[in-house]
């Protein structure tokens, strides 16, 4: 990651989506190298949303494969997702989607439903496959977390896979970009719910709707048995809401039974109650109406710490974008800047986290600080009369060109999860107990 100074090149974001495609196609080397021709990656997308069907992504990609960029979709803005989609389409021997609706996804479960939408998507690749390429067969299958036993194949079940295999990242993209665009149609069909910017998923938003407007054939009636739509402007009848996490896919409940079938049988799956289903989108990154933050922009928490004895200082940082949670700690040693202390660190942080969304083509960024001068000297609000403040200023003027960059102060030490975390972070670095 770059500390400070200008955005990468082109040129060096090139040679870093090289370097990445190189190793997310290690995998598939292997198996190519084992004689294994035809490699199909699988992927779904939509398993934790109230409304809508769930997509599953079946891609077969060529022992050739060079298209830069491709990864897991979730670390993707949506503009790169569809020029990528596009470019895995021309390039793929094979592409298969298949769906499950919400009428399946009621009567079988939701894991069920995957499987059953896993399970199609894989049947229309297997007979592009043979169509386009003289009746050839898919030898392997690889799945992210998942294994569906009505396909008849061999296959291997990589937790995170969209991270590791290219085979499963294209599918990753191809899902996604097709379920997207399928909640955006059905936003025309069904407005009021919000469905174009949540795609299904539970915010204050599609709560609302659900409340103003009541349930709509696209509903999981599973998923909202136990929504009230009589107690309108309560939330969801005075009950707890229980937040979900498995995998990159999240979603909001309202009692623990519903809860529990999301997480069973998925290992690694993260819950917790809350009193309100607005502390429980806090929990999940996906809060837009409680902060007004976009569900493309990143979350940055940053902090910074001094060590007294070695005049050194360092920063700490928490990412959270699209569901997922990425930290960073760095520490310097520059006797000027560390005249600032602790402020040093803070603003090593904000440009730390700035330079990340930058390098990963994320179009906006909400960086969380308590030091007040880091929203003021970036907001231009303030003078700048050390070097370091200079050059912070300028940094965040020239990221503005290409991305958007909000400040928000929170109150230091004061129990914030992320805030706290930032913090031990940036004094593990100094290695400050």
């Not at 520059?334 to 930058?358: H, K, Q, T």
């Not at 200023?393 to 999860?417: E, L, N, S, W, Y």
């Amino acid at each position: 990651m770059k500390v400070r100074g200008v955005p990468m090149t082109k040129q060096e974001r090139i040679e870093k989506q090289k370097k990445r495609l190189i190793e997310l196609t290690g995998h598939e080397r292997s198996l190519h190298a084992e004689g294994i021709r035809y490699i199909a990656g699988m992927d779904e997308v939509g398993r934790g949303p109230l409304a809508g069907p769930v997509y599953a992504a079946c891609v077969v990609l060529p022992e050739n494969f060079a298209v830069l960029g491709v990864d897991d979709s979730k670390k993707l803005t949506d503009r790169n997702r569809r020029k990528l989609d596009s470019e895995i389409r021309q390039s793929a021997l094979a592409v298969g989607i298949g769906t499950a609706s919400a009428e399946e996804i009621d009567e079988m479960n939701i894991l069920g439903a995957t499987k059953a939408a896993m399970d199609r998507a894989y049947r229309i690749a297997a007979e592009q496959l043979g169509k386009q390429c003289n009746g050839a067969s898919i030898e392997r299958l690889l799945i992210d977390a998942l294994t569906v036993d009505t396909i008849p194949v061999p296959q291997e079940n990589i937790v995170h896979g969209d991270a590791s295999s290219v085979s499963i990242a294209a599918a990753s993209i191809v899902a996604k970009v097709a379920r997207d665009d399928y909640m955006i149609e059905m936003d025309q069909k069904y407005p009021g719910y919000a469905f174009a910017s949540n795609k299904g998923y539970g915010t204050a938003a599609h709560y609302e709707g659900l409340r103003n407007l009541g349930i709509t054939p696209l509903h999981r009636r599973s998923f909202l048995k136990n929504f009230d739509t009589k107690h309108r402007g309560n939330g969801m009848a005075k009950k707890k809401a229980y937040a979900v996490r498995v995998g990159r896919n999240t979603g909001i409940f309202d009692t623990w039974d519903e809860c529990r079938r999301q997480v069973t049988g998925f290992p690694g799956a993260e819950y917790k109650g809350f009193a309100t289903v607005e502390e429980a989108e806090a929990y999940l990154g996906n809060g837009k109406p409680a902060d007004q933050i976009s569900p493309d922009a990143a979350r940055i928490y940053v902090d910074g710490s001094y060590d007294r004895k070695t005049r050194r200082f360092a920063c700490g940082g928490v990412i959270l974008y699209q569901g997922k949670t990425e930290t960073f700690s760095h520490a310097y040693e520059d006797p000027e800047a560390a005249e600032m202390r602790n402020v040093a660190g803070e603003v090593m942080g904000a440009e730390c986290g700035i330079s990340y969304c930058l390098e990963h083509s994320i179009p906006e960024a909400v960086i969380y600080y308590d030091y007040m001068g880091i929203g003021k000297w970036g907001d231009d609000e303030w003078k700048a009369n050390l070097p370091m403040t200079r050059e912070y200023k300028q940094f965040v003027a020239d990221a503005r060109k290409k991305m958007r960059i909000t400040f928000r102060k929170v109150a230091a030490h004061t129990g914030d999860r992320y805030n706290e975390m930032a913090d031990r972070l940036a004094k593990a670095a100094l290695g400050i107990q």
